[in-house]
């Protein structure tokens, strides 16, 4: 008996069968079930969830009717997606590779995705890309606003001359919404107000001096600088919310490019249209 059953299982054919059978349960486990079929199966984790949205966006569980209706709409979906497939509407269609794509960047994302970044974590981050942070330099300045359809050269020398001999430079040049006197305010708030050359000539101008005339949008300034900070970056505890954003961003694109790399060495990629700036191989 013993010598029957080594030679049956020696059989090529017990082999192809074993084999066959294995497959079978294989694709059992993995196969898309009933997506290829007519069966469409509405479990009760499926309507647990349609309920929970509909509460969510309306306040209030749904009544029988409507789940009834959330189920019925779920199943009238389900069929026509099918069908569709069927016919091969899938293919080619820019946006359901499009809405693919976003589905398998999100899982890819998620590979990776773990608790929130320690604070050494976003501090390194943050020493590693600090023009990201910085914030502005600071300045406190006054300033003197001639209307260039009212001023003239010679009346910006003159005030300029005033200015030297102690007078009041409230009582100089013309009104203006332009605000005289402006403190410790961030330079790109003051090209925000100001106009960009006027940001950029109170970023180079000495203190303490009355210096011009200088070029704005709205007109001439005269200008003194009384105080500069320099650009700063801040500590992480004032940013930590922004910084940690934007390591969550990173995170995000590394692990996006680095599933991209892993599957493309799977892929044999051939271009066959001529590449305007293509080395020869």
Known sequence: ICLSIRTI???????????GLGLFVLYGQVSPGDAGSKRITVSQARVDDMAAQFKALWGRPPTAAELGGLVDGFVRDEIVFREGLSLGLDKDDAVIKRRVRQKYDLMAEEETARST???AELDAWLKAHPQSFMRPAVVSFDQIHFDPTVATPA????AQAALAGGADPAKLGQPSMLPGHVSATALDLVARDFGEDFARQVAAAPLGRWVGPFQSGMGVHLLRVDARAAPQLPPLADIRTEVAREWENDRRVRARAEVLARLRKDYDVVIEAKLPGATKP
């Open 155 to 158: 009346s910006v020398a003159a």
């Open 117 to 119: 970044p320690t604070d």
């Open 9 to 19: 299982l020696r059989e090529p054919l017990l082999h192809f069968l074993l084999i």
